[in-house]
């Protein structure tokens, strides 16, 4: 499993840590005002991130595959 961010697309709103239950473990704000994630050995895969990510810019891949899921927005 990865979590991976375009750095192109990403605002560094946070709201990804915001929304993820293990935030400031797993996600931060880099010096280049981007979000990281790491120590993903604390991730439950509950692609909260990716679903709060208002420009799309997190992509969660299990075994291989994107998890189709991450982009299906919550209202």
């Known amino acids: ?3 991976e961010v375009d750095k192109e697309k990403c605002i560094g709103c946070g709201k990804c840590r915001e929304a993820c239950p293990k935030g400031p473990k797993i996600w931060s ?3 280049d005002k981007k979000a990281k994630a790491s120590h993903l050995e ?3 895969v509950c692609i909260n991130c990716a679903s709060r990510c ?3 810019a ?3 891949i299990r075994d ?3 998890d189709e899921e ?3 927005k919550s209202e």
């Open 58 to 60: 997190i992509r969660v």
């Open 64 to 66: 291989g595959k994107e």
């Open 54 to 56: 208002p420009v799309d």
């Open 42 to 44: 604390y991730c439950h």
């Open 1 to 3: 499993m990865r979590i």
């Open 29 to 31: 704000i880099g010096k």
């Open 70 to 72: 991450a982009f299906k």
